[in-house]
């Protein structure tokens, strides 16, 4: 039997449709928890926001538009968002953003995922190993902590213009890596 | 010359932006610019989709076995409405932008924050090359007693703010074509002086002069589009 898409369990769930909702968060629940355990690092905590997450994505379903984007990643913003939120009031990242970021690229077994998406991720974590330290640094605290520039600048002891060049710099720098083989 | 200053000052703020973290005016300053102009909505667009990508490589790890079943469990009394979708993401899409452009998004932002910016910006990304126009409100008299929003896409709407108006009462909203055809699209409240309201439309936004709120004994307001 085909499974049904994305787009499909996200309309059962704008409708309340339970079984919609278990067969979305059994699909989507390692990644999201995943994401949420690389942000805030502590495994409970990690549930709270994952849970939050799917009860956001319950709650907001009907407001999904598919011409913005794929719903893994509206999916996986929502829970960037809340890990953000989750983690926002510490003095410290959880994770030193070097050692997060060699976790990124670390590479994974091909027989993990599906030979597409391993490719997709094997391209996007090329282009990030590709970047050095001082432009990834910042990318990462920025996409993965919800750092500002000034946060950044003052937690590096970096001035603020140098902080947003180099994440300026390492962003157009992943951006042509990632869209040369888009087209 | 002031456009390409405007921007680099946006340019700068684009990585925060799109990571939805920009704070405070420069945010509002920056959302405000990105409305008109599609050079640097493209750009925002193109940054936010690298970080999204960047977003995708946190490794997987399965959760604890009781995960399932505690998620369903909150998600029985979070069972969401059955609303209309189409009036629902045309009230989400026009609260967002109208929100964003006034002033409704400044100071530290939380995750419903970013996620309205987020929308915001992918509200304007669906246009693809179409746009969002803003114009002040104004009477023969008063230079700016609200604001008007147009927002061309599948469907284009327009949404009415009124902040000031001198006169209380139903307003009938028209349009008025660059072809000079007035065509009624509903009626705005205003209570003390405030009042908003919004409506898709059949017309391109690119064919609207004006937008005119009418109302016997009251002064006409009206946004110029053209």
């Not at chain 1, 538009?65 to 009031?89: C, F």
């Not at chain 2, 921007?7 to 990571?19: I, N």
């Not at chain 2, 967002?96 to 929308?119: E, I, M, P």
Request: hydrophobic content about 45%; some cysteine; overall charge neutral.
């Amino acid at each position: 039997m085909t499974p049904l898409t994305d787009e499909s369990l996200l309309v059962g769930m704008a409708v309340g449709d339970q079984d919609a909702a278990a067969a979305f968060v059994r699909r989507y629940q390692a990644r999201v928890y995943g994401l949420a355990l690389t942000v805030v690092a502590i495994p409970a905590l990690a549930e709270e926001v994952a849970q939050e997450s799917f009860v956001k994505a319950w709650q907001h379903a009907a407001a999904y538009d598919a011409r913005r984007g794929r719903v893994a990643t509206w999916l996986l913003t929502i829970t960037r968002n809340a890990a953000i939120d989750a983690v926002r009031y510490r003095r410290e990242v959880p994770l030193d953003p070097d050692v997060l970021t060699a976790k990124l690229v670390a590479d994974q077994d091909p027989s993990a995922e599906p030979a597409d998406r391993f490719a997709t991720m094997d391209h996007i974590r090329g282009a990030l190993r590709q970047l050095p330290l001082e432009q990834s640094r910042p990318v990462v605290l920025m996409t993965f902590y919800g750092l500002t520039a000034k946060d950044i600048a003052e937690r590096d002891g970096l001035p603020v213009g140098t902080v947003k060049s180099r994440v300026r710099r390492g962003l157009g720098a992943l951006r042509d890596r990632l869209g040369a083989s888009d087209g | 010359m002031a456009e390409s200053q405007a921007c680099q000052e946006t340019r700068e703020l684009l990585p925060e932006l799109a990571a939805g973290v920009a704070e405070g005016g420069a945010r509002a300053v920056a959302l405000a610019h990105l409305g008109r102009c599609l050079d640097c909505r493209r750009e925002l667009s193109e940054i936010t989709a690298v970080l999204d990508d960047l977003v995708l490589l946190a490794p997987e790890h399965e959760p604890s076995p009781g995960f399932e079943t505690s998620v369903l469990n909150a998600l029985a009394p979070a069972r969401p409405g059955r609303r209309p979708l189409r009036a629902t993401a045309f009230a989400a899409a026009a609260a967002v932008l109208v929100a964003a452009l006034t002033g409704g998004l400044v100071g530290r932002q939380t995750s419903d924050d970013r996620q309205l910016a987020r929308q915001y910006r992918d509200t304007l990304a669906v246009a693809d090359g179409r746009y969002f126009v803003a114009a002040d409100i104004s009477t023969a008299v008063e230079p700016s007693t609200g604001h008007a929003f147009a927002y061309q896409g599948s469907p284009s709407w327009v949404f009415i703010s009124v902040e000031s108006a001198s006169s209380s009462g139903t307003y009938q909203v028209q349009l008025i074509t660059t072809d000079h055809r007035a065509i009624d699209i509903g009626l705005c409240g205003v209570t003390d002086g405030k009042g908003s309201w919004g409506t898709t439309i059949q017309v391109p936004i690119r064919d609207i002069s004006r937008i005119q709120l009418v109302r016997a004994g009251a002064p006409t307001m009206s946004a110029r589009f053209g």
